[in-house]
């Protein structure tokens, strides 16, 4: 890999906002919801083209001294991390304190959507690979991998470790494993704590 994620995480910043979903409410069970996208490299090795991959996140609204944020990453593969809000709402009370981050895998929901046509449709057919292969190209096509997704979530991470110093764990969930597990081969340093379920 050509890029340094350190270097490029820390000439970008998020932009939180309303979520630009509908359906997705502002505050949703104790927890304030927002959305940031971040433009990424397609290729980390080649950076002259981008995508965005986005990442929604669920604040406490009561204060808290504590500053701990947690990342789930979300199973699939295909599914993405915002679709998880209300169940991680449910399962993780605001009054814990925790700040919880849901990363899109890249392709995947809010981000740049691997789809087969103009409307993103997910059904596969001889034209969508036509499709594909017309947008991305084969060398583009293959850059929506796990190794990819895993220098995404290393930006991802730092980029908001850098206006929210504190301490960052991650859970992941079914496919979510394998994304945590690549990212722990590249970056095995970058966080002090993970879980795979």
Same mark, same amino acid.
């Given at each position: 890999m050509a890029l340094n994620t350190t270097e490029y995480a820390l000439g970008h910043r998020c932009v939180w906002s309303t979520c630009?979903?509908?359906g997705y409410p502002s505050i949703y069970r104790e927890y304030k919801v927002d959305c940031c996208t971040l433009s990424v490299p397609l290729n980390y090795a080649r950076p002259n083209r981008s995508i965005a991959i986005s990442m929604s996140r669920l604040s406490p609204?009561?204060?808290? $001294? !504590?500053?701990? &944020?947690l990342f789930i990453l979300m199973g699939g593969p295909g599914a993405s991390g915002w679709n998880l809000f209300q169940s991680a709402a449910l399962l993780i009370p605001a009054?814990?304190?925790l700040t919880i981050i849901l990363p899109d895998h890249r392709g995947t929901g809010l981000s740049t959507v691997l789809g087969c046509d103009d409307n993103? $449709? !997910?059904?596969? &057919?001889t034209d969508c690979i036509t499709y594909l292969i017309s947008k991305w190209d084969?060398?583009?096509l293959n850059q929506f991998s796990i190794t990819a997704a895993?220098?995404?979530l290393s930006v991802q991470i730092q980029v908001y470790q850098a206006d929210h110093p504190g301490r960052i764990s991650i859970y992941a969930v079914s496919y979510g494993t394998f994304w945590l597990d690549r990212f722990l081969q590249i970056y095995p340093t970058l966080i002090p704590s993970a879980i795979m379920d």
């Amino acid at each position: 890999m050509a890029l340094n994620t350190t270097e490029y995480a820390l000439g970008h910043r998020c932009v939180w906002s309303t979520c630009n979903v509908t359906g997705y409410p502002s505050i949703y069970r104790e927890y304030k919801v927002d959305c940031c996208t971040l433009s990424v490299p397609l290729n980390y090795a080649r950076p002259n083209r981008s995508i965005a991959i986005s990442m929604s996140r669920l604040s406490p609204l009561q204060s808290t $001294s !504590q500053n701990n &944020t947690l990342f789930i990453l979300m199973g699939g593969p295909g599914a993405s991390g915002w679709n998880l809000f209300q169940s991680a709402a449910l399962l993780i009370p605001a009054q814990l304190g925790l700040t919880i981050i849901l990363p899109d895998h890249r392709g995947t929901g809010l981000s740049t959507v691997l789809g087969c046509d103009d409307n993103d $449709s !997910q059904t596969i &057919t001889t034209d969508c690979i036509t499709y594909l292969i017309s947008k991305w190209d084969i060398e583009g096509l293959n850059q929506f991998s796990i190794t990819a997704a895993a220098h995404d979530l290393s930006v991802q991470i730092q980029v908001y470790q850098a206006d929210h110093p504190g301490r960052i764990s991650i859970y992941a969930v079914s496919y979510g494993t394998f994304w945590l597990d690549r990212f722990l081969q590249i970056y095995p340093t970058l966080i002090p704590s993970a879980i795979m379920d």
